[in-house]
């Protein structure tokens, strides 16, 4: 009962907690992508760039400006990893191997975080700060600016211009993700987290041996890692360990960091398109989405398939922290998986088969319910134009959404970004069930063997980061099909996104009639999360009932 209770009072706290930063912060962020004055430090960085923060961009420029700087970020990172016993502050770490430093190049810039390595054991500190840290920002930020690129596609008429990729990227990274990952960062070093220089230590134990411990700048990459919803881990642990995670407090906090954002992004979206309505109905979506996952993870992870003595000692306890037990670990999951953060705080592999498969279900959806920072709410303003289309259809009335026609140069848009990941999550899957050699890397039989390969390329093509952990995929093969996956992942529909962006801001807007579909009521609310519900289960359905399913009915 005492446990029900205070899972029930952590719910209710973060909720709130999410409410009352709705409307301040999504403010915030439409101010920033908006305003026409520029910071002097915002300057200062176009001049070294040498941009001019005034000129705005053509979609497909835009879209250039995105994987030029993803291309160079990877090249950046890649080096990094290569060149790691040379640098400063490595900590005797050797260089990554080619295979190992285009994974996590990838991961780190795609916002995936994927990782194949205990971080406390592999990266020095300077890659982590200067690395990995830094993509934490700027991955954050090129979704939030494309985000708003889309945005500027509804609210602009008649032109060919969607703004400019190099001032969205500067003012989302000053503006938005420094200050609030610095006042985080501070609050989570008060709550226990570590921020040091520290070294690897070997301190004594209880059992009379010796453990050696790595300190580091583990807060302030542990506040951008959630509020950017990267999701690496400083420690091979993740979210489990003491050093990033030190008790209930901070795991509800880290959860708030991990939605906030993109929670709040709805709010920015209504205030950019001058009708806060639309920004309530898309976040209604996100809502009822977020609270049937966590509510199907915690039931099956406290009820689900077990023995007697787990059920009677509070649940699925294996692969979980006693210090958050089953309902902490349930809420992080759910919302770890709906995003794009993929941090973790238990074993998503240890969960029972409906839960592990609701965490799996969650990254198929397109992680819409938040989502990854501007992923999620350009992936659900994609699915909002399939809504309206499929409405219009059934009243024989040319769709319109937002006052911008839908013809079938929009729908080809809409329909490559849905098709693209699940095509790279289930042709990579295939792929390694296919050949002999990667099927031995599956540590499990059966179901839940092909679950964990299954996992894997929806966590790579999703761009979540999170992993069953019974795949060995620290492999030459698997470090390329999952970087692979990552980048197809990320960075096409991001171009669809942009396209989709230039085609609705040449438009004349169409006014509002009487056979106009509302899209800020309920009815729309319900038609709209209906359509993301059978969209992924047409596409994703007969893998799923090969995996979990099959486990769990069995």
């Known amino acids: 009962m005492n446990d029900t209770l205070a899972g029930w009072l952590q719910v209710l706290a973060l909720v709130a907690a999410l409410a009352l930063s709705y409307r301040p912060l999504g403010d915030h962020i439409a101010r920033a992508l908006t305003s026409p004055r520029h910071l002097r430090v915002e300057r200062l960085v176009y001049r070294l760039a040498g941009v001019d923060g005034d000129s705005d961009q053509r979609w497909a420029?835009?879209?250039?400006?995105?994987?030029?700087?993803?291309?160079?970020?990877?090249?950046?990172?890649?080096?990094?990893?290569?060149?790691?016993?040379?640098?400063?502050?490595?900590?005797?770490?050797?260089?990554?191997?080619?295979?190992?430093?285009?994974d996590t190049a990838a991961s780190f810039v795609t916002n995936t975080d994927w990782q194949w390595y205990a971080g406390e054991k592999t990266m020095g500190h300077l890659v982590q700060m200067a690395g990995l840290a830094v993509q934490n920002f700027a991955s954050a930020a090129v979704g939030i600016a494309v985000v708003g690129a889309l945005i500027r596609g509804f609210t602009r008429q008649n032109t060919d211009r969607v703004g400019n990729f190099w001032v969205d990227l500067t003012r989302i990274v000053v503006r938005v993700l420094l200050p609030i990952a610095f006042v985080f960062a501070v609050v989570l070093v008060a709550g226990g987290t570590i921020q040091n220089f520290h070294g690897v230590e070997s301190v004594p134990t209880l059992a009379g041996g010796h453990q050696d411990l790595t300190g580091g700048p583990v807060a302030s990459q542990e506040a951008i890692k959630e509020l950017g919803t990267n999701g690496g881990g400083f420690y091979n642990a993740n979210s489990a360990h003491p050093f990033e995670n030190p008790n209930a407090f901070t795991n509800l906090l880290e959860v708030y960091l991990l939605l906030v954002v993109s929670f709040a992004l709805p709010r920015a979206f209504g205030r950019m398109v001058g009708d806060h309505r639309q920004g309530y109905a898309l976040v209604?979506?996100?809502?009822?989405?977020?609270?049937?996952?966590?509510?199907?993870?915690?039931?099956?992870?406290?009820?689900?398939?077990?023995?007697?003595?787990?059920?009677?000692?509070?649940?699925?306890?294996?692969?979980?922290?006693?210090?958050?037990?089953?309902?902490?670990?349930?809420?992080?999951?759910?919302?770890?998986?709906?995003?794009?953060?993929?941090?973790?705080?238990?074993?998503?592999?240890?969960?029972?088969?409906?839960?592990?498969?609701?965490?799996?279900?969650?990254?198929?959806?397109?992680?819409?319910?938040?989502?990854?920072?501007?992923?999620?709410?350009?992936?659900?303003?994609?699915?909002?134009?399939?809504?309206?289309?499929?409405?219009?259809?059934?009243?024989?009335?040319?769709?319109?959404?937002?006052?911008?026609?839908?013809?079938?140069?929009?729908?080809?848009?809409?329909?490559?970004?849905?098709l693209t990941t699940p095509a790279v999550v289930l042709v990579g899957a295939g792929l390694a069930m296919a050949l002999p050699g990667e099927r031995a890397a599956m540590l499990n039989p059966g179901p839940h063997g092909f679950s964990e390969v299954l996992y894997a390329f929806a966590s790579a093509g999703n761009n979540n980061g999170s992993a069953f952990a019974g795949l060995g995929a620290n492999t030459p093969w698997y470090n390329t099909a999952l970087g692979l996956a990552m980048l197809l992942g990320r960075f096409l529909p991001m171009v669809?996104?942009?396209?989709?962006?230039?085609?609705?801001?040449?438009?004349?807007?169409?006014?509002?009639?009487?056979?106009?579909?509302?899209?800020?009521?309920?009815?729309?609310?319900?038609?709209?999360?209906?359509?993301?519900?059978?969209?992924?289960?047409?596409?994703?359905?007969?893998?799923?009932?090969?995996?979990?399913?099959?486990?769990?009915?069995?």
């Not at 879209?63 to 990172?77: H, M």
């Not at 004349?508 to 993301?532: I, K």
């Open 284 to 418: 209604a979506v996100m809502a009822v989405l977020w609270a049937a996952s966590v509510a199907i993870v915690t039931a099956n992870e406290l009820h689900g398939v077990g023995s007697r003595a787990g059920h009677a000692a509070g649940g699925m306890l294996e692969g979980k922290e006693q210090r958050f037990g089953v309902w902490a670990s349930a809420l992080f999951a759910a919302s770890t998986t709906l995003t794009s953060t993929g941090a973790v705080n238990s074993s998503h592999d240890s969960y029972s088969p409906f839960g592990g498969g609701m965490t799996l279900v969650n990254m198929m959806l397109g992680e819409i319910a938040p989502g990854g920072v501007g992923s999620g709410l350009y992936g659900l303003l994609v699915l909002a134009v399939v809504t309206v289309f499929v409405a219009g259809l059934m009243v024989g009335r040319t769709p319109e959404y937002l006052g911008k026609k839908l013809g079938g140069r929009e729908m080809k848009f809409a329909s490559l970004y849905i």
């Open 61 to 102: 420029g835009y879209a250039r400006g995105v994987l030029a700087f993803s291309a160079v970020s990877v090249l950046f990172l890649y080096g990094f990893l290569r060149l790691q016993n040379h640098l400063p502050l490595s900590l005797g770490r050797p260089p990554a191997t080619p295979a190992q430093s285009f």
């Open 496 to 554: 669809f996104v942009l396209a989709l962006a230039g085609s609705l801001a040449r438009q004349t807007p169409v006014p509002v009639t009487a056979g106009t579909l509302s899209t800020h009521r309920p009815q729309f609310v319900g038609l709209l999360t209906a359509v993301v519900l059978i969209v992924v289960g047409l596409i994703y359905f007969p893998a799923l009932s090969l995996g979990p399913l099959a486990e769990g009915l069995r």
